[in-house]
């Protein structure tokens, strides 16, 4: 069985998380998730029991918890949805800085310019 734990303390590491769950039963790995730029914890992990009873009494014993100083969110892992490939795309696929206006960051001769000593049309 996976398991998702939440609010884990930034300070914890895998080892730490494997051997809280070590005490429901087999543990296959244990995996703090980190920040690939500043490989720093993200605050959560995933920890993976050999069988789903060792599970479903680590999820019951651990949920709640406080663990280092923050109490844990754990529950039952859910499986990616298909195609998700993880990490943020924006609102569209094709990438870029959309700018700050409503006209979606492009620009014109009738669009805001009054900085400039252009003339807004607010009709646009």
Do not use: C, W
């Not at 100083?69 to 990616?80: C, H, I, M, Q, W």
């Not at 960051?105 to 669009?111: D, P, Q």
């Amino acid at each position: 069985m996976n398991i998702y734990v939440a609010n884990v303390a930034y300070s914890v590491r895998d080892q730490e998380l494997r051997e809280l769950f070590e005490q429901f039963g087999e543990v296959t790995s244990a995996k703090i998730i980190m920040d690939k730029a500043t490989n720093r914890s993200r605050g959560f992990g995933f920890v993976e029991m050999s069988d789903d009873n060792s599970g479903r009494s680590a999820i019951e014993g651990t949920n709640g918890k406080n663990f280092h100083g923050r109490d844990l969110v754990v529950n039952e892992a859910r499986p990616r949805p298909e195609g998700d490939r993880g990490g943020f795309r924006g609102g569209n696929d094709r990438g870029g800085y959309r700018g700050g206006n409503d006209r979606g960051g492009f620009r014109s001769e009738r669009s805001e310019r009054s900085d400039r000593g252009g003339y807004r049309d607010d009709n646009y």
